[in-house]
């Protein structure tokens, strides 16, 4: 089985500020992972994935995720958050790589939402 | 990457009237999702297909079937409407690793 659990509902920063949203998983095997944001009334755009390569994945609009298979966690970061990122954000693990599994079986998590301040 | 279209942004239906959703993909990819959005619920899997002409169940596909006819296109088929099946419909076709794509989404409303 596998579960996603977004630790935070909201995130509130200022403009320029850094932004951290956490996710923690849990998967009975090697997991795919991924970050998507959601514009309101629009569809998910992917961030970034992890796919068991380099543990630091860097995505779109300067967005970093670092897989820590220790903690079990893939916290989303930004060093300077800018207005145009507000939006809700969803983690998300794929069985992608459990034997017998003939498509990449998603699991979100529960969205956080980021609000950015002038 | 993938880019993934649907037919209708906003869509406005009466409690019983049969609904097609569309989505095409441009990428030749055989595996495509249909997913619905609520608040509180998240994104639950309706049915995805791995082929032209072949499909399984998702999560929640009660109410709902779908078409594949041709691989770049994947329709979800509401037989009748009903208001609980108001919401937001996203399509997804997978890419290279298993990566999902998603398109804009259709905003379904049934009165």
């Known amino acids: 089985a596998q579960s996603v659990t977004q630790l935070d509902s909201h995130v509130s920063v200022s403009e320029g500020t850094p932004v951290l949203l956490r996710c923690n998983y849990s998967s009975s095997y090697s997991p795919s992972l991924f970050w998507y944001v959601q514009h309101p009334n629009k569809g998910l755009q992917l961030l970034l994935k992890?796919?068991?390569?380099?543990?630091l994945v860097k995505g779109i609009n300067g967005f970093e995720a670092e897989f820590k298979k220790s903690e079990t966690s893939f916290h989303l970061t930004k060093p300077s958050a800018h207005m145009s990122d507000a939006a809700e954000y969803f983690c998300?693990?794929?069985?992608?790589?459990?034997?017998?599994?003939?498509?990449?079986?998603?699991?979100f998590g529960q969205g956080t939402i980021l609000t950015v301040h002038p | 990457d993938v880019k993934v279209t649907q037919s209708s942004r906003y869509l406005v239906k009466r409690t019983g009237e049969k609904v097609f959703l569309e989505c095409v993909q441009d990428m030749d990819h055989e595996n495509m999702f249909w997913y619905r959005q609520d608040p509180g619920l998240g994104l639950r899997l309706i049915y995805f297909?791995?082929?032209?002409?072949?499909?399984e169940k998702g999560d929640i596909p009660e109410g709902y079937s779908v078409s594949r006819e041709k691989k770049e296109r994947f329709s979800l088929i509401l037989e009748s409407a009903s208001t609980n099946q108001t919401s937001m419909y996203l399509c997804a076709a997978e890419g290279l690793r298993k990566t999902q794509y998603f398109g804009p989404g259709t905003r379904l409303l049934v009165l």
């Open positions: 992890y796919t068991s390569a380099a543990t």
């Open positions: 998300v693990v794929s069985l992608a790589n459990a034997g017998g599994t003939s498509y990449g079986k998603l699991t």
């Open positions: 297909s791995y082929d032209v002409k072949m499909k």
